[in-house]
């Protein structure tokens, strides 16, 4: 608060004198004046002054015209005003009140009444200022909150039930609905924006709400001005309050574009289910029919070795072509979380085991030399064990497909007590540099491959990959010293002892 002063107008020369000593040995500081016009300027060039001591009768603006001006001039600005006459009795006194003032002396009045005045007239300014400071601080905090209020992204709400009228809407109504929201303000114009076919469920809303429901929900559908329809969710509460008209207070949130990308994700679900119904019918039931077919004409005598190279051929093809289909199939049903196994405790060493026991043949085919550590104990992780085993054999079978003739393929199984690892080593073709970031992404192939291996789709390690993701897993890549590839998956050690409860098979 500023320091206040006062004002001392009278004509009296001796009694002005007089006046400003008390005040001053009092420790007041004192501005004097000695007719109305100088008073009147002193006040408007020192808004220092808080009271302001005048006598009645001055010449020019005397001091009820000069209570009056105040009053008038200053709305904000508090001044305590005691009004100095010589003439007793209640007539004056009331002419002093009815003119502004705040307080009356009568000359001549002791010293110490005076004092005893002045010091109210201080405590009284002192109070009026201090309403002022928090009036304005009330204010900015009000100004605070309306603009958070009105920067969140929702539409924040009041409203009075029985009847509905909103008594307070967030600047977000306007902008969604356009115009103004002060159209909303003690009415029920909100209910016109909603769609007819969606007004019983607002209704219904409501009347949850009116019959004291601590608090309801509702989506439903507007019409902002221009035209567009909104999708949005309503959720509102009961104000709990003693006084005043019953009220609920809420949130409209729209919600359009989510609903949007949800029925686009969910569009897409079907789309990808589609999709696997119609390969696993129309698609893999006629291929597996054509490849018995073959199977059972290359048995035949009959017929020029040339066509049954042919057949053979053909046979080849189209158990390709059901590899693909099955990948495809794997790749829709993972990433549509629809494949997701019976997640199990199993073995990974004995899956790996079965691995290296079925891929015997190709292997010595091929002349590499197999080498196997950790497998004779139990490395034991969860997951589908049918899945696990997809993983492993597909590293398996491509460090022996990227790996020429008379190559060394090792694998390891090794577990720290937190995880399981399994890493399969080659000394083949390995993998570019360029294309070490890319390996594990869908239809992947390096362009390298086409030297050991021009078959193949690019998708088993990414299926690889989102199963082992799924069982909470990593999968890495790193070049082997030898200049071939060292795959390595890394899986959560199981914890238990017992398997988990055999539930969600792929659909
Ligand atoms: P595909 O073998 O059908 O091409 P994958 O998804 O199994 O598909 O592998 C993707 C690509 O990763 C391969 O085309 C190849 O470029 C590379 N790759 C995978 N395993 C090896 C490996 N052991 N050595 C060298 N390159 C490999």
């Known amino acids: 608060m500023s320091a206040m002063k006062i004002l001392a107008a009278d004509d009296d020369a001796l009694s002005l004198r007089v006046l400003q000593r008390s005040l001053e040995k009092w420790g007041h500081e004192v501005v004097t004046a000695t007719d109305g016009n100088l008073a009147w300027k002193a006040l408007l060039e020192d808004l220092d002054i808080g009271v302001m001591i005048v006598d009645v009768n001055?010449?020019?603006?005397?001091?009820?015209?000069?209570?009056?001006?105040?009053?008038?001039?200053?709305?904000e600005r508090v001044i305590y005003i005691i009004v100095l006459t010589a003439k007793r009795g209640a007539e004056s006194m009331l002419q002093g009140f009815a003119a502004g003032a705040d307080d009356f002396l009568t000359k001549p009045f002791r010293p110490d009444e005076l004092r005893a005045r002045v010091e109210v007239g201080f405590r009284v300014i002192g109070l009026q200022r201090m309403l002022a400071d928090r009036m304005l601080e009330h204010e900015a905090a009000e100004r605070r909150y309306r603009e958070l209020v009105n920067s969140l992204d929702v539409i924040v709400w009041e409203a009075e039930i029985n009847p509905w009228r909103h008594r307070f809407m967030s600047e977000q109504g306007a902008k969604l609905l356009g115009g103004s929201v002060s159209r909303f303000i003690d009415s029920d114009a909100w209910l016109s924006h909603v769609l007819p076919a969606d007004r019983a469920t607002v209704e219904e809303y409501r009347r949850l709400l009116e019959a004291g429901a601590p608090m309801a929900g509702c989506d439903y559908h507007l019409m902002a001005e221009d035209g567009r329809v909104l999708t949005v969710r309503d959720q509102a509460r009961q104000v709990f309050e003693e006084k005043g008209p019953r009220r609920v207070r809420g949130v409209t949130i729209d919600v359009t574009e989510r609903r949007r990308a949800r029925e686009q994700f969910e569009a897409a679900l079907k789309m990808q289910a589609d999709f696997v119904n119609f390969a696993s019918h129309q698609l893999r039931t006629p291929l597996t029919g054509i490849k018995w077919m073959l199977e059972l004409a290359m048995g035949e005598e009959d017929g020029s070795p040339d066509m049954r190279g042919f057949v053979a051929d053909s046979r080849d093809a189209s158990e390709r072509l059901i590899v693909l289909v099955n990948d495809l199939l794997s790749v829709s049903r993972l990433?549509?979380?629809?494949?997701?196994?019976?997640?199990?405790?199993?073995?990974?060493?004995?899956?790996?085991?079965?691995?290296?026991?079925?891929?015997?043949?190709?292997v010595r085919k091929s002349e590499h030399q197999l080498e196997a550590t950790g497998l004779d104990v139990e490395h034991a992780v969860m997951g589908d064990a049918q899945m696990l085993r997809q993983v492993l054999q597909n590293l398996v079978s491509n460090a022996v497909k990227y790996t020429p003739h008379g190559g060394r393929i090792q694998v390891e199984i090794t577990n720290d007590g937190a995880e399981v690892r399994c890493a399969v080593t080659d000394t083949g073709i390995g993998v570019p540099e360029s294309a070490r970031a890319r390996l594990f992404e869908k239809f992947f192939r390096a362009e390298n491959v086409s030297k050991v291996e021009t078959e193949g789709t690019g998708l088993g390690l990414y299926i690889v990959r989102l199963i082992v993701e799924r069982a909470h897993g990593r999968i890495w890549f790193e070049p082997a010293e030898s200049g071939g590839s060292r795959f390595l998956i890394a899986l959560p050690l199981a914890t238990t002892s017992e398997a988990a409860p055999a539930s969600p098979v792929e659909v």
């Open 58 to 75: 001055m010449p020019g603006v005397d001091g009820l015209e000069l209570c009056r001006l105040a009053r008038e001039a200053f709305g």
């Open 335 to 362: 990433e549509g979380g629809r494949m997701i196994g019976t997640p199990a405790r199993c073995n990974l060493a004995q899956l790996m085991r079965d691995v290296l026991d079925d891929i015997q043949p190709v």
